[in-house]
């Protein structure tokens, strides 16, 4: 990674940092544990919506972080609730989200939604102006809760270089002409100098819909965009995670014992295969696909029964509709098959519904036989690299969903397709009877291209490429 210089001004709607009980505690994440060192190394500004307990002395609205070694400033934007609600759970969430996922019956606009979603985007640039004023520096946005923001930056500093990483796919356009308001999203992301996707189809879906909307001049092969006198760089960079970090975690001492008591609490049976599912509850992640791909398992294949446990980690994040219905169909669901194949003295499925530490994670995910991705549709999806970085003895298989970004970029993964359970089905069985070798050698292929292409790599490639638009 080439020396980054310049103030950097970091835009998202999460804060790295939060306040609980008093205390200012790093959020996780991956995004936040690879900009958190650059932001502690090169200083600078993090600006996002507040949560948490507002600091009761001094400035609310900003701190020095990390709370130990202050070395850049968290800026909060308190928003009032209705705009939280409108712009966030819902043009946010119950539009953009469900759009870009393509998952259309899901796709829910209410006119306040828009309108709120203005206006924050409008306040985090008023945010980002008066901490740069006239002069330079590097504005980097998060996502697509901010696609209105770089158009009110550029306008009101021209020094500004202004970049986005859009961390969720972006669909063809026959799909995203569903927004009715596209063109003002459009030319919004088009005022950065550099758009950052996962994947090239989302490049060129989006320089697809940019020709189509806007007229723009689109170069589709070297990825640029001409568009009222300014050019916009889009390129893909797959996102990924701290390997390092995940390496080291798993082949701990305190890793082998916290599988044995996770084994002891779940009474898992000693001789069995076990296969694990982490995911944040969310429809995107295929998680009633997969709970239908086991119960035909065991169908199938009733040998299995008793040998094979499966451990679904689910997270409730978003506590609003859809996600409470999807929750409660995955609970049934969890419920009828336990209740189905399960006996006096083992469960098929063991349900955790609560947050873990990545220590944890990282035990887990190196303990177990398999571990299994089904989204329907996904950016990338880190659980899945996660569990790569962590396969310290070389034995697990990855099932990994074909419509998961990271199926782009992770060789040596057991492509599945959620949608065709009965192959689904199948492909745990065969998961569960590969070779020790054969799966040896489709790991290895795994860690040493995911050892090159950490997180580290993610931020150090856009930073060089921002380097170059300068
Ligand atoms: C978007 C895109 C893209 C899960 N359970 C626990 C826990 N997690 C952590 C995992 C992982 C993260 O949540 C989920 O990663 P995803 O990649 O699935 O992320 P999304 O939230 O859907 O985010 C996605 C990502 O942005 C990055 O660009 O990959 O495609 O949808 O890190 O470990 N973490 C902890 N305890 C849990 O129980 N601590």
Redesign the pocket.
């Known amino acids: 990674m080439s020396p980054f210089n310049g103030k950097l001004v970091i835009v998202s709607n999460r804060e790295p940092y939060v306040r609980r009980k008093g205390k200012l505690e790093k959020t996780?994440?991956?995004?936040v544990s690879a900009l958190d060192p650059i932001m502690q190394k090169n200083g600078g500004i993090w600006i996002a919506a507040g949560s948490g307990e507002r600091s009761p002395v001094g400035d609310s609205t900003k701190t020095t972080v990390p709370p130990d070694a202050p070395a850049y400033v968290q800026k909060s934007i308190w928003l009032k609730e209705a705009y939280e609600n409108n712009y966030y759970h819902g043009y946010s969430n119950r539009f953009l989200w469900p759009l870009c996922h393509m998952t259309l019956d899901r796709v829910f606009l209410r006119r306040a939604y828009w309108s709120a979603y203005k206006k924050v985007n409008s306040l985090f640039a008023e945010a980002v102006l008066e901490e740069t004023g006239d002069e330079p520096a590097v504005v980097w946005l998060q996502d697509y809760h901010l696609s209105l923001c770089a158009r009110d930056l550029k306008e009101k500093n021209r020094k500004l270089v202004v970049l986005q990483f859009w961390?969720?796919p972006w669909p063809p356009h026959d799909i995203f002409r569903i927004c009715p308001q596209r063109k003002e999203i459009l030319e919004g992301l088009l005022a950065n100098d550099l758009i950052g996707f996962?994947l090239d189809s989302f490049c060129q879906n989006f320089m697809t819909c940019v020709d189509r909307e806007l007229g723009a001049g689109v170069d589709f092969k070297e990825g640029f965009v001409h568009y009222k006198g300014h050019t916009t760089r889009v390129k893909a960079f797959p996102?990924s995670i701290d390997f390092e970090w995940f390496a080291r975690s798993a082949s701990s001492p305190k890793a082998r014992r916290t599988w044995e008591r996770f084994r002891k609490t779940l009474k898992l049976p000693q001789d069995g295969y076990v296969g694990v599912g982490?995911?944040?509850l969310?429809y995107t992640?295929g998680l009633i696909k997969r709970l239908e791909a086991i119960d035909l398992f065991f169908t199938k294949y009733p040998r299995y029964r008793r040998r094979f446990t499966f451990i679904q980690?689910a997270?409730p994040t978003r506590k609003v509709e859809p996600y409470l219905s999807y929750r409660e169909k995955v609970e049934a669901l969890v419920a009828k098959i336990n209740a189905h194949y399960g006996e006096a003295d083992w469960e098929p499925i063991k349900y955790i519904d609560y947050?873990?530490?990545?220590d944890d994670?990282a035990a887990i995910y190196d303990g177990v036989d398999l571990a299994v991705v089904s989204s329907i549709y996904?950016?990338?999806?880190?659980?899945a690299k996660?569990y790569i970085a962590s396969q310290v003895d070389e034995k697990g298989v990855l099932l990994l969903s074909e419509f998961a970004?990271a199926a782009e970029a992770i060789p040596g993964a057991m492509l599945i397709n959620p949608y065709d359970t009965e192959c689904f089905a199948d492909a745990i069985k065969q998961a569960l009877q590969l070779p020790a070798s054969e799966k040896q050698k489709m790991i290895r292929a795994s860690i040493a291209y995911l050892r090159e292409h950490d997180i580290y790599r993610w931020v150090g490639d856009i930073l060089d490429e921002v380097e170059r638009l300068k």
């Open positions: 996780a994440g991956g995004l961390h969720i996962h996102i982490v995911d944040r969310e992640k980690i997270v947050k873990l530490s990545h994670l996904d950016g990338m999806n880190l659980v996660e970004g």
